[in-house]
């Protein structure tokens, strides 16, 4: 997606081998500090800019102009000047160093939809009450995400629902192995990712037939088809009063995900007992009767304002994640012997007799290292860069490289492999994302093996969109290791 863009001139982060971009917002001001008050760029055509050379492949596109122009240039989308930032030295000089210039976001027209404009992750507000409701957010994920669960054996409520569904989901790829012989695990392992992140926002699962948690899952594939190629109307403003069916199926994807997240939090609010906190959406509007009725009244929050923020959450903790661990199958069925080290490493660390947990994740280095290799390798979301200048063989999947001398993780190095941004815009479900993707892949490979059939090949070719999906592949075939 092209996007998000700000004010008169924006700045792109693009990285080179299969990589794509993400956009942020920049100050002309800050271009001096570049040291290139005009960063040089390709020429362009009235109206339309450069749409014509990115429109296919953006990622790959920017990274052969790149090559030409340098780790600072200047496209056009449309009639939106934009500063594409190459290199990672460049990317956090400019989210980190001056982050306070890149807090922003732009007011595209359709950002106003999501979230009603309120987006902690799309709205262009980045204000002291931009940050009051974001500080909310991350102590709302904090309670029913990383603090203890009283109520289980687990370390924190994340690890009992994590737990719980990855134990579902082996019985049903054992199932399927009995019926059917092979399976596709992409749907199966949306639904688990789904569940966990509906467990935290709204104290529910649901049954993998579930109607509503299916129209859940096609609400967010279809999301991620209509918003892939962006809103040329965002980038040439006189597209808006042309009729656009794909905007239009945007704005009722919108609707529709909205009105399911409302639906539920009316539900909290008439069922709602103090001092009951049951999940995210309770804690909200905990926080938001407290408020209402203290001297911090100014800054309560509406309904509005929760309904954005578990937008924001619920989408924090379901793509990344759902991808992640989908490339990761693709990549442990195509490196067997890789796979085959990481079970070596599980066994002897955890054994067969308990499941890991978040604490055994220290003990582990070797699956940390196959989650930032598989990161690195795939960059299905941005700033994972394979550059180069930052990895030696950057075509070649080899965990080892994260791993020192003393068998310990080189955090100099997996510090470069930047899966949920940098700056003030970070990503606000990191910490559960990065724990979540660790014990799925934990308890699965500790009671699974995976392979596909033998004749045949996955096609990890990646294809562009919100997120880089992999082809799906129905031949996936596990055997339960004893």
């Given at each position: ?43 362009r ?25 340098g ?33 922003a ?17 799309f709205?262009?507000?980045c ?25 289980s ?58 109607k ?5 899952l ?32 945007f ?23 103090m ?33 954005s ?7 924090a ?15 442990l ?12 490493e ?11 947990k ?18 690195r390798?795939?960059?299905f ?43 003030q ?9 990065r724990?979540?993707?660790f ?27 919100l ?16």
């Amino acid at each position: 997606m092209l996007s998000p863009i700000l004010g008169n001139v924006a700045v792109g982060l693009v990285s080179e081998e299969d990589n794509q971009q993400t956009l942020y917002s920049f100050r002309p001001s800050l271009l001096s500090l570049l040291s290139l008050e005009n960063p040089p760029g390709p020429w362009r055509l009235p109206i339309i800019g450069n749409l014509l050379t990115i429109m296919h492949d953006p990622h790959l596109a920017l990274t052969s102009l790149k090559q030409k122009y340098g780790n600072v240039m200047q496209i056009h989308i449309g009639t939106v000047p934009v500063v594409v930032l190459s290199g990672f030295e460049t990317i956090y000089q400019a989210l980190v160093v001056q982050g306070d210039d890149f807090k922003a976001r732009p007011d595209f027209y359709s950002f106003r939809f999501i979230g009603n404009g309120k987006s902690l992750t799309f709205g262009k507000d980045c204000g002291d009450v931009w940050y009051e409701r974001k500080r909310m957010a991350q102590r709302a994920l904090k309670s029913f995400s990383t603090s203890s669960n009283p109520m289980s054996l687990s370390s924190c409520y994340l690890e009992t629902y994590v737990t719980r569904e990855a134990e579902l989901l082996i019985d049903k790829f054992i199932d399927l192995m009995k019926t059917a012989g092979h399976f596709d695990p992409y749907r199966y392992i949306m639904l688990s990712v789904t569940n966990v992140i509906c467990a935290v926002c709204f104290g529910r699962t649901y049954d993998y037939n579930d109607k509503e948690l299916t129209e859940l899952l096609e609400l967010n594939s279809e999301f991620g088809k209509v918003t892939g190629s962006g809103y040329p109307a965002d980038f040439i403003p006189i597209l808006r009063f042309l009729p656009s069916r794909t905007f239009t199926n945007f704005k009722n994807l919108i609707f529709r995900f909205t009105k399911f997240i409302q639906l539920i939090i009316h539900d909290h609010n008439q069922n709602h007992e103090m001092g009951n906190i049951r999940d995210i959406t309770d804690k909200l509007i905990a926080e938001c009767r407290m408020r209402s009725q203290s001297e911090y009244k100014h800054k309560a929050l509406s309904n509005d304002d929760i309904t954005s923020i578990v937008l924001d959450i619920f989408g924090a903790g379901f793509d990344t994640v759902s991808k992640a661990l989908s490339w990761s199958l693709m990549y442990l069925v195509s490196n067997p012997t890789i796979q085959q080290k990481i079970h070596a490493e599980l066994d002897a660390v955890v054994g067969q007799n308990r499941l890991p947990k978040f604490s055994d994740r220290a003990q582990l280095p070797y699956m940390n290292a196959f989650i930032l290799e598989m990161l690195r390798h795939s960059s299905f979301v941005p700033f994972t860069i394979p550059h180069r200048d930052l990895w030696r063989d950057p075509f070649i999947f080899r965990p080892e490289r994260f791993i020192t001398t003393c068998g310990k993780i080189d955090r100099n190095l997996s510090d470069k492999v930047i899966l949920f941004g940098m700056g003030q815009r970070k990503c606000i479900g990191e910490t559960i994302g990065r724990l979540e993707i660790f014990l799925f892949l934990a308890i699965l490979l500790q009671k699974l093996e995976f392979s596909v059939s033998a004749d045949v090949t996955v096609d990890m070719t990646p294809i562009y969109g919100l997120t880089m999906k992999h082809r799906r592949c129905d031949h996936f075939k596990v055997c339960a290791r004893v």
